[in-house]
């Protein structure tokens, strides 16, 4: 169900302002969406939002943008989660991507998986955020093995939720092991041909062997100033989105542009979270980005109304109602 827009905003905002009406995506394939980025690249950018837990409100973050400009962001992000509560609330997670890609926005999904060396629930710290050794990631990515079969068991959760928007026709910007570089993670911190690249490369080959052919396969690394991000990616044929999370600074900088452009090759780039909204002059002079995530609680935390007005109002901007893949 949809929020009207805050009086407040609404005079705000003047009635030249107002959204584009939407109009429902038809059920399709993943290329559909991935022909769709491609060809907006270099002149247009979709807007998007983050919506962390708790996953029975899996909405309530869109809602905050609506709030304050009138507008539907163009992409929904949601996570499929760890702890309990959430994980059991994951049909609502799921029924909402239905609603978002009904409405006329795409869908991202990330997943927050506990490590295998805790239960299949966790908390955050200590269960996301943790930290394995180099023995157990390896017991992890080789078949056979107690960790690898728990592992599995996991992944084999999520696949029936993946399968409901395959059926729905709903394509999935899916962003697992987000941050690949970075060692907050359990599987982060672990570059060359054994280490991230092959986890992700493992959960393609078993998602693909479940059928879940509506997955766009989103790579992403966090803008961490020590580089070298290449030998955490797991290769052309494993990634369709080439993804940066800026935390480190509140925009990727040039340096950051050019090394995911590097990497991409040519596949459609992102920046998978961010907190401060783009601004006009990252808009004019990193043109290539695909679409922006803004996380969460960081719209309203990290930024002022006018700003997140700035971006959504932006030309380039794609907003729900502006994004047309069919």
């Given amino acids: 169900m949809r929020i009207p827009l805050a009086a407040g905003a609404a005079l705000l905002l003047g009635a030249a302002l107002l959204p584009v009406p939407a109009s429902a995506f038809p059920a399709t394939g993943r290329t559909t969406v991935l022909n769709y980025l491609r060809s907006i690249t270099g002149t247009s950018i979709v807007s998007g939002q983050h919506n962390k837990e708790p996953a029975s409100a899996p909405g309530q973050y869109t809602a905050q943008v609506n709030a304050i400009t009138g507008q ?7 996570d499929l989660m760890f702890r309990a509560d959430d994980v059991n609330n994951r049909q609502r997670v799921v029924d909402q991507a239905k609603t978002e890609w ?11 998986a506990c490590s295998p060396t805790v239960g299949r629930t966790c908390e955050f710290e200590g269960g996301v955020k943790t930290r394995i050794s180099d023995a157990q990631f390896q017991q992890v990515v080789t078949g056979g093995t107690a960790l690898n079969q728990t592992w599995r068991a996991r992944m084999a959760e999520v696949v029936p939720y993946l399968r409901q928007l395959r059926d729905a026709g709903v394509p999935v910007l899916w962003r697992p092991f987000h941050e690949m570089n970075e060692t907050w993670n359990w599987w982060g911190g672990r570059p060359g041909p054994n280490g991230g690249a092959k986890i992700f490369q493992q959960m393609k080959d078993y998602f693909d062997s479940q059928g879940l052919t509506n997955l766009i396969w989103v790579w992403n690394v966090q803008d961490n100033p020590a580089g070298g991000w290449s030998s955490y990616y797991p290769g052309t044929t494993y990634a369709d989105v080439v993804s940066l999370d800026v935390w480190y600074k509140n925009h990727p900088s040039s340096g950051d542009y050019t090394q995911v452009q590097s990497i991409a090759a040519g596949k459609p780039i992102a920046i998978a979270e961010m907190g401060k909204v783009p601004s006009a002059a990252l808009l004019t002079s990193q043109p290539r980005w695909a679409y922006f995530m803004v996380w969460s609680e960081q719209l309203r935390g990290n930024n002022t109304n006018a700003e997140i007005q700035a971006a959504y109002f932006h030309p380039r901007v794609l907003n729900q109602g502006e994004v047309r893949i069919g």
């Fill in 72 to 78: 539907w962001p163009g992409l929904w992000g949601g």
């Fill in 102 to 112: 009904a409405n006329g926005s795409l869908v991202a999904l990330t997943w927050h």
